[in-house]
C-alpha cells in the first residue's frame, strides 16, 4: 500500500515538471511494468516480437514523452501503460509482418517461416482489430479489455481507474468478451 501512496506521490511530482520525479517512479513501477509487458509477450516466441525489456523501455518512453501525462494515481499509470504497450507491440507486429511478406526485407525460402509463427501474429492483429472495434462500439468495454487483457489488471486496480464497483466490471468483461469472440469469428 505504502508503494501504491509512493508512486502516486511521485506522479503528482512529475505532473508539476519535477523530471526527477519521472526517475523515482520508473525504479517503483519497473517490476510491475516487466511483469504486465512478460504476460502480453506470453505465447510469442523469442524473435517474433519485442523482448519482455524493450517492451518496457519502449513503454516508458512513451509515456514520459506523452503531453497529456497528467497521471491521476498509479492505477491510471498502469492503464495508460497497458495501452502504450500495445500500441507498441501491434506497430511492432505489423512492420514485421510487412518485411515477411517482402517490403523491403530479403526474400526468404517458405521453409524459414514457421505457420505457428504466422498464425500467432495474425491472432494478435484480429485481436487488436476487434478490440479498436469494440473500443469504436463501447469505449468502456474496450479500455476493460485493455486494462485487463493487455495490461493485467486486477478488477480492484481497475476500479479505482473507472470509478466502477468490482461487479459491474465483471459484467462487463463477460459482455465484453463475448463480443469480441462473435466480431473475432466473423472475420
Known amino acids: 500500500m ?21 526517475d523515482r517512479v ?15 509477450l506470453f505465447g510469442f516466441k523469442r524473435g517474433d516480437t519485442l523482448n519482455t525489456t524493450a517492451l518496457v523501455h519502449e513503454s516508458y518512453l512513451k509515456l514520459i514523452n506523452a503531453s497529456e501525462s497528467d497521471w491521476q494515481d498509479r492505477a491510471h499509470f498502469y492503464a ?22 517482402g517490403d523491403g526485407a530479403e526474400m526468404k525460402p517458405l521453409e524459414g517461416i514457421t505457420l505457428a509463427v504466422e498464425q500467432r501474429v495474425e491472432d494478435f492483429i484480429t485481436l487488436n482489430t476487434a478490440l479498436e472495434k469494440l473500443l469504436e462500439w463501447d469505449e468502456r468495454l474496450g479500455r476493460l479489455v485493455e486494462y485487463r487483457f493487455i495490461g493485467g489488471m486486477a478488477y480492484e486496480e481497475i476500479s479505482e481507474v473507472t470509478g466502477l464497483s468490482e461487479a459491474t466490471l465483471k459484467r462487463d468483461w463477460v459482455r465484453a468478451r463475448a463480443w469480441l469472440y462473435n466480431v473475432m469469428k466473423e472475420t
Open 26 to 40: 520508473y525504479e517503483l513501477v519497473y517490476d510491475d511494468l516487466k511483469q504486465i509487458a512478460h504476460n502480453r
Open 80 to 101: 495508460v501503460a497497458s495501452r502504450a504497450m500495445r500500441y507498441i507491440l501491434i506497430d511492432y507486429i505489423r512492420k514485421k509482418s510487412a518485411l515477411m511478406r
Open 2 to 22: 505504502q508503494e501504491r501512496n509512493e508512486v502516486t506521490l511521485y506522479l503528482a511530482e512529475a505532473n508539476r515538471g519535477n523530471s526527477r520525479a519521472y
